[in-house]
């Protein structure tokens, strides 16, 4: 046991496409920056994804804070999240001088529970960040029309869901404002990158600028292969556009998406769903392999195992994940008076498995073998 190769829990899928996409940039173009493989890969994100603006940016928490900045949020502004996610959101909102407001979670899907989110509205409600937890979107439509009768903005935090299918469309095809990750391990991978996807229009164009620095039209400069020298700054931005070395990868990784990625996370997550399915003690996530592209796969360890099966996975060369240490609980984001029971509970419950598309037959057969033989020990 102790030589065995270490299953990991996630990983980048990366091949002679990427490096070849790679290659043409450093050698045939040599132009780094934002360029004609951004301009590619959002031309190919808008078709991909039917949407009438795709823009990119270098991480998926920078597409989320841009996304949030656009709404043009001030001090005590609140914006309603669910606790179980990545500090990426709770961070997007509060640096825009926003207050996160965290709310519980649907324990079936871990996606914000909208009864626990009514009961948080104030007159400062600006927005809602739903999570797609696990590439599940939970109650969406019920959530547009919550937003709507509440005159909430939604940002939809899609960093999971990238390719996933909810009632016939793909995510990001619809709605108001969602935002993708391409990091490492997620569904496609840029190296580091992101997305923000809209209709509208003065949204558009305030994230184009943004992320150059608030420097006016330099995104259609740039696509022409022009430079400003000459420019006005009307808001504030930051440095968070894509390079054309990560816009390559992405172009390649799109590529692979569907023929291959996407039913390779599929299998795996439902061979997993059906070997885990009736085991005591053991809740699965719904069985939706055939719309959703499976981006982690969480189960919940009752009886107060959790700790102990993960350590026992470790033992075993096994890496597993636990998404996510609730933000309600973080220094930065606590207080005092706030107890959220059905997080907590579940949180404490949570355990994820390895899933990327590397992961064998043999390694996926050892996980179940293991999970399987510490349940019924
Ligand atoms: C990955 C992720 C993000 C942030 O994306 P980065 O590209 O890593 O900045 C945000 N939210 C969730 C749920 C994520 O998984």
């Not at 001090?75 to 961070?91: M, R, Y």
């Not at 949204?203 to 600028?209: C, L, P, S, T, V």
């Amino acid at each position: 046991m102790k030589n065995a190769k270490k299953i990991r829990l996630s990983k980048s899928i990366l091949g002679m496409q990427e490096v070849n996409a790679v290659k043409d940039v450093l050698l045939n173009d040599g132009y780094l920056g934002m360029g004609k493989y951004v301009r590619d890969f959002e031309d190919q994100l808008r078709s991909y994804l039917n949407r009438k603006h795709v823009i990119c940016v270098n991480s998926g928490t920078a597409a989320l804070h841009l996304a949030l900045m656009a709404l043009g949020l001030k001090e005590n502004d609140e914006v309603l999240v669910q606790s179980l996610t990545f500090v990426s959101c709770f961070q997007a909102i509060s640096v825009t001088g926003a207050v996160p407001v965290a709310c519980e979670i649907i324990p079936e899907t871990c996606t914000i529970d909208l009864n626990d989110a009514q009961r948080r509205i104030t007159k400062n409600t600006k927005a809602i960040m739903p999570v797609h937890y696990a590439s599940r979107v939970g109650e969406l439509d019920k959530i547009f029309k919550f937003a709507k009768k509440n005159n909430l903005r939604v940002i939809e935090d899609a960093a999971h869901a990238f390719g996933t299918i909810y009632k016939g469309k793909k995510v990001g095809s619809f709605g108001d404002i969602s935002c993708f990750s391409f990091d490492g391990i997620k569904n496609i991978t840029c190296g580091e990158g992101g997305a923000v996807v809209t209709d509208d229009d003065k949204i558009a164009e305030f994230i184009m600028d943004a992320r150059l620095l608030g420097v006016k039209k330099d995104t259609a400069k740039r696509y022409q292969g022009l430079r400003s020298w000459e420019f006005d700054v009307t808001c504030h931005g930051y440095r968070y556009h894509m390079s054309n070395i990560f816009a390559a990868i992405g172009l390649a990784q799109l590529k692979r998406l569907e023929k291959e990625f996407k039913p390779k996370r599929q299998e795996l997550a439902k061979y997993y769903h059906c070997a885990l399915n009736g085991i005591p003690e053991i809740i699965l996530f719904p069985d939706d392999y055939k719309e959703i592209v499976p981006h982690i796969f969480p189960i919940r360890v009752l009886g107060k195992k959790r700790d102990v099966l993960r350590q026992y996975l470790c033992d075993n060369n096994i890496e597993c994940g636990v998404h996510y240490y609730p933000n309600h609980l973080l220094t930065l984001f606590t207080s005092k008076s706030l107890k959220l029971s059905v997080t907590e509970k579940v949180y404490s419950q949570l355990l994820t498995l390895p899933l990327h598309p590397d992961l064998s037959k043999d390694e996926q057969d050892k996980v179940i073998m293991c999970v399987k033989n510490f349940m019924e020990r």
